[in-house]
Each structure stands twice: as structure tokens, then as C-alpha cells.
């Protein structure tokens, strides 16, 4: 059964700064790993997909690492700003592309201005 | 990517009554799938809509409790019925769209508490 770990489970940074959430995962064979944003109450918005052939991706001052062998992916946040505060989870979806999603608790980023 | 559109974005309820939460996609998708998120967790997943047949339910989800509609291929509803304080969780309506992969996205969920 797969299960996925999220640390820290909080960060609270200050304003500025670069830094890395972690995401593990027990069953390395999965189909991809995507990384979501979550405001308090709110629903996800997608941030990143990263396919299990691809060892990373960048959407301006994020970038997702992806290392399937080792059951590990890191969403580094670049020049953090107090507009990303939220809650960031990470899913992954088992090989076969339909199989349903297993989330991280999530780790909740708080950047102070 | 999907456009989605939930509704209510939340509300309060009283013990035994019924709430349905209303989900509307920009485009059409062949499955629609509901979640929830008990305060402090991590998703869960509820159930599976396909239009034209019966919702597929996971493990520890009954029908009973929350039956789904899905009329078209935009549109679904969950209810959650004979609520419990237990209940109290954001629902969340979610599909997918395949690409170079398949991409989740995620409506901005409903907010249930009950009293």
C-alpha cells in the first residue's frame, strides 16, 4: 500500500528566503507525483506535475526534483514571499496512469514579511 | 486545465439533516471524483461519478451516506446525508485531464461543519 510522507509537517521562514519541502513515498513504482498548493479552508490548485521519466520541472520560482528510485521529491521555493503561505501536499498516482491519487498530509509554509 | 466550480463554498448544518454540494466543470470529463479532507488530514477519496452509471464508492464510503448524481458529462453532485458532527470536513470535487500526463485539478471545496 503506498503512503506518502510530507516533511516538515510546518516551516514558518522569513521573507526572502529559499527552501525546500520533502516529499517520500513507499512504492516507487508510480506514473507521476504532483505538487498542489492549499489556502486555508480552500481547495488545490495544481502547482507541478512531474512524470516518473522526468527528474524534474520548473514553473517560475518553483521547481520540482523527482527521484523514483530512492521514493523522493523535493519542491524547492525560490526568494519566498508572505503570498506563499499555505499549505503545499504532494500526490502520487501508482504506474498504469489511472489509478487514483495518494496525498501527503502536507507541510504548512508560513513566510513572515 | 479545468475550470471548476463548487458549490457552497461552505456551510453550517444541523445533526441529521442533509446537504448537497455542487460541482460544475468548464469541459467535459468522463470521470468526476469526490473527496474528502477531515481537519488536520490528508485527502481521502469518496467515490468515482461516471456519467451513465452508478458512482464507484472506496473502502468505508456507502452509498447510503453519500449518494452522488451525475446527469452529464460537466456536471455531479455528492450529498452528505443524516450528518453527524463527524462529518465536519472539506469536500472537494476533482477531475482530471490527460496531457503528457494525467493532471489532477481541484475545485475550491466546501466547507461543512455541523453542529
Known amino acids: 500500500k503506498q503512503e506518502v510522507t510530507q516533511i516538515p509537517a510546518a516551516l514558518s521562514v522569513p521573507e526572502g528566503e529559499n527552501l525546500v519541502l520533502n516529499c517520500s513515498f513507499t512504492?516507487?513504482?508510480?506514473?507521476?507525483l504532483q505538487w498542489f498548493r492549499q489556502d486555508p479552508g480552500k481547495g488545490l490548485t495544481s502547482l507541478l506535475l512531474?512524470?516518473?521519466?522526468?527528474r524534474e520541472q520548473t514553473s517560475g520560482r518553483l521547481n520540482a526534483s523527482l527521484d523514483k528510485s530512492s521514493g523522493r521529491s523535493t519542491l524547492y521555493i525560490a526568494a519566498s514571499q508572505p503570498g506563499d503561505s499555505a499549505t503545499y501536499l504532494c500526490?502520487?498516482?501508482?504506474?498504469?496512469?489511472?489509478?487514483?491519487?495518494?496525498f501527503g498530509k502536507g507541510t504548512k509554509l508560513t513566510v513572515n514579511p | 486545465s479545468a475550470v471548476i466550480s463548487q458549490k457552497p463554498s461552505r456551510d453550517i448544518c444541523q445533526r441529521g439533516t442533509s446537504l448537497t454540494i455542487q460541482c460544475q466543470v468548464d469541459?467535459?470529463?468522463?470521470?468526476m471524483f469526490w473527496y474528502r479532507q477531515q481537519p488536520g488530514q490528508s485527502l481521502t477519496l469518496i467515490a468515482t461519478?461516471?456519467?451513465?452509471?452508478?458512482?464507484?464508492?472506496e473502502s468505508g464510503f456507502v452509498i447510503d451516506k453519500f449518494p452522488i448524481s451525475r446527469p452529464n458529462l460537466t456536471f455531479s453532485t455528492l450529498t452528505v446525508s443524516n450528518m453527524s458532527p463527524e462529518d465536519s470536513s472539506i469536500y472537494l470535487c476533482?477531475?482530471?485531464?490527460?496531457?503528457?500526463?494525467?493532471?489532477?485539478?481541484f475545485g475550491q471545496g466546501t466547507r461543512l461543519t455541523v453542529v
Open positions: 500526490a502520487v498516482r501508482r504506474e498504469g496512469g489511472s489509478e487514483k491519487l495518494v
Open positions: 461519478a461516471n456519467q451513465g452509471s452508478e458512482a464507484t464508492y
Open positions: 512531474i512524470q516518473s521519466s522526468q
Open positions: 469541459s467535459q470529463v468522463t470521470m
Open positions: 476533482s477531475v482530471e485531464k490527460r496531457g503528457v500526463g494525467t493532471e489532477a485539478f
Open positions: 512504492d516507487s513504482a508510480i506514473y507521476n
